[in-house]
């Protein structure tokens, strides 16, 4: 019975291709050495939708997430030079936001309607996703860091052809691998957002 109630957390995200991954972490690693009291912990990724359900729905949460890949479409995505927010976080900035402003559109109109289950637990899709680079920055460290950052070049692209969700059953624990779902919608009303042409 207790399980019925239990809440798990989950997140959608998406992944560069490995040798993106690889050389996003090793901006990490080397942000580390330099900058050693911030978070740098995090696999490079896009997280693109959090929410909290019920432990008991997660086969009826399943089901509808792998339904998704039938009606969702790959997306090119491109990561230029670096961004800093005022909570100490610098990231990665993804330019043409409309690939991604579409996947998340189109991922809120199927799914929005399932994933609240009451006042306390609505789902966020997230606005402005954006690969972080680190974290809860001390406030001396960061102004020294966005100093260099803001200045140093960096770009890369990927098609994003697949978006995994993970969850976690308590705070602070790590989230796992849950479920794969491809990219791969070839439905009419899903050309809008079939976005391979290269931007202006």
């Excluded at 330099?34 to 896009?46: A, C, G, N, W």
């Excluded at 790590?174 to 957002?193: A, E, M, T, V, W």
Aim: charged fraction near 30%; include cysteine.
């Amino acid at each position: 019975m207790e399980q019925e109630f239990e809440v798990n957390e989950y997140q959608l995200v998406i992944e560069p291709h490995e040798s993106l991954q690889k050389e996003v972490e090793l901006i990490k690693r080397d942000f580390a050495e330099e900058f050693p009291l911030s978070t740098t912990s995090d696999k490079p990724r896009l997280t693109i939708l959090r929410f909290s359900h019920y432990h008991s729905s997660e086969n009826q949460l399943l089901s509808r997430f792998k339904k998704l890949s039938g009606i969702l479409s790959s997306c090119k995505l491109e990561l230029r030079d670096f961004g800093s927010q005022p909570s100490h976080t610098i990231f990665l900035k993804i330019v043409s936001r409309k690939h991604i402003d579409a996947l998340t559109r189109q991922l809120k109109t199927e799914m929005q309607r399932f994933l609240k289950i009451d006042d306390d637990h609505k789902p966020f899709f997230i606005p402005d996703p954006q690969i972080t680079i680190a974290r809860n920055i001390p406030e001396r460290q960061f102004e020294n860091a966005w100093l260099k950052y803001r200045n140093t070049s960096f770009t890369g692209r990927f098609i994003a052809e697949e978006m995994k969700l993970m969850k976690r059953n308590k705070i602070n624990q790590p989230y796992k691998y849950l479920l794969k779902i491809p990219l791969s919608g070839d439905h009419p009303r899903n050309k809008q957002f079939t976005l391979f042409d290269d931007e202006n």
